[in-house]
């Protein structure tokens, strides 16, 4: 069966489960659910932070702050991807499209599918890391042997949450905690797909400049006897341009998530960086470190994908005018050489994702990311 998509079926079934992919049935009660839950566990955390802020020590005001920012992160991705239906569904058109325009060509095929395939390893790395970082956040807290009817100590939770409700039983007890494994997995889940999502729309863009590189190396030389034709011109003005126009869709849907994940994602860098560095030294360093660790790793991994998708995004655009200029454009007649002249004028003005339109994602942008983190550090550890 040949594939006709570059996006992973993961990807796709965690966007059915939250009412993101269109056309599927029960939208509208998926989106409601979550919408329900999310603002439950955030209630939960806020009444936390708020009755401990002056009682309970700086560790776990931060471990509190961590997840309640990751939540957040979660709920803003959903909102912009509801709210945003209709460029997701023309990004979708398109993409399909660049895969029916490529069934009579090899080589179109060949770099489509290999994209695909790039896509589905970091998809399936992406979603294998989320996973692990949540077993090793929670297991800890569902194993334990917690006597719930002991008054004089709460019982722990896989988050700092201060439920509205009493848990009174050893049963009830576990039910909630098993329940917020869960739930925390999927949401984990859903911050993968949404990311992995960005990749493999980014390699897509490359596959396609990839080709229309190749298409304008062809389009230059005289080998194999091949006469160009106005068709052909055609082609490669129509092709840069859909290229040009599927990366503003990317830029528009994700823009603004990038803004609230980098806003966010400076903070919690330096909230579980905290976290880790406070645990040593102390009784239970082994387990503080290991539960903190895979969660600080993912949170970097994150902030780095979207840097490194703007990066790809931005490199892959220069190549294109590179070809351009480089092909044998002395084999051209003067009317032919407008088009490479065209390509290495729009090519001036790269293709980029931006942070909020603020400013561009790069490997630039993700350094200062991590110096502004590690300058907070250094500030939270001298407060301790």
């Known amino acids: 069966m040949i594939r006709e998509s570059t996006i992973n079926r993961i990807i796709k079934?965690?966007?059915?489960?939250?009412?993101?992919?269109?056309?599927?049935?029960?939208?509208?009660?998926?989106?409601?659910?979550?919408?329900?839950?999310?603002?439950?566990?955030?209630?939960s955390h806020y009444r936390y932070f708020r009755m401990h802020f002056y009682s309970d020590d700086l560790f776990n005001l931060m471990d509190c702050l961590?997840?309640?920012?990751?939540?957040t992160k979660v709920m803003t991705k959903f909102i912009v991807f509801w709210l945003n239906e209709r460029k997701?569904?023309?990004?979708?058109?398109?993409?399909?499209?660049?895969?029916?325009d490529c069934v009579?060509?090899?080589?179109?095929?060949?770099?489509?599918?290999?994209?695909?395939?790039l896509s589905d390893r970091i998809t399936n790395a992406i979603f294998v890391l989320h996973t692990l970082s949540v077993v090793a956040y929670g297991t800890r807290i569902v194993l334990a042997n917690v006597d719930i009817t002991d008054r004089e100590s709460k019982p722990p939770y896989i988050h700092k949450m201060e439920l509205p409700f009493d848990v009174n039983t050893q049963r009830g007890y576990k039910m909630v905690v098993i329940t917020q494994f869960a739930y925390v997995i999927m949401c984990s889940w859903a911050?993968?797909?949404?990311?992995?999502?960005?990749?493999?729309?980014?390699?897509?863009i490359g596959g396609q400049m990839d080709i229309l590189r190749s298409?304008?190396?062809?389009?230059?030389?005289?080998?194999?006897?091949?006469?160009?034709?106005?068709?052909?011109?055609?082609?490669?003005?129509?092709?840069?341009?859909?290229?040009?126009?599927?990366?503003?869709?990317?830029?528009?849907?994700?823009?603004?998530?990038?803004?609230?994940?980098?806003?966010?994602?400076?903070?919690?860098?330096?909230?579980?960086?905290?976290?880790?560095?406070?645990?040593?030294?102390?009784?239970?360093?082994?387990e503080q470190i290991i539960r903190s660790l895979l969660f600080y790793a993912i949170t970097n991994l994150e902030a780095f994908?979207?840097?490194?998708?703007?990066?790809?995004?931005?490199?892959?655009?220069?190549?294109i005018g590179i070809a351009a200029y480089n092909s044998a454009w002395y084999n051209l007649k003067p009317e032919e050489t407008r088009i490479l002249l065209l390509i290495m004028l729009r090519s001036q003005k790269q293709l980029t994702l931006t942070v909020g339109k603020l400013t561009n994602l790069s490997l630039e942008y993700f350094?200062?990311?991590?110096?502004?983190?590690?300058?907070?550090?250094?500030?939270?550890?001298?407060?301790?």
């Not at 961590?66 to 939540?71: G, P, R, T």
Request: proline share 1%; hydrophobic share 50%.
């Open 13 to 43: 079934i965690i966007f059915i489960l939250f009412g993101i992919w269109p056309g599927t049935s029960c939208v509208l009660l998926c989106r409601i659910f979550w919408i329900i839950t999310i603002t439950f566990v955030q209630f």
């Open 66 to 71: 961590s997840s309640f920012l990751a939540y």
């Open 88 to 100: 997701f569904i023309k990004t979708l058109t398109m993409m399909t499209k660049d895969w029916h």
């Open 104 to 117: 009579n060509s090899e080589l179109g095929m060949q770099e489509t599918m290999c994209k695909a395939k």
């Open 191 to 204: 911050a993968g797909a949404v990311n992995s999502f960005l990749l493999t729309l980014i390699l897509h």
């Open 215 to 286: 298409w304008l190396t062809d389009f230059a030389s005289n080998e194999n006897g091949k006469k160009r034709t106005s068709s052909t011109r055609n082609e490669i003005i129509e092709k840069h341009q859909r290229i040009i126009n599927f990366s503003e869709k990317v830029e528009n849907l994700y823009t603004y998530i990038a803004l609230l994940q980098f806003a966010s994602n400076t903070i919690m860098i330096c909230s579980l960086a905290f976290l880790i560095v406070s645990a040593i030294g102390t009784p239970n360093a082994t």
């Open 305 to 319: 994908l979207f840097c490194f998708a703007g990066e790809y995004l931005n490199n892959k655009s220069k190549a």
């Open 367 to 384: 350094a200062s990311i991590m110096n502004a983190s590690g300058s907070y550090l250094s500030v939270m550890l001298a407060m301790q």
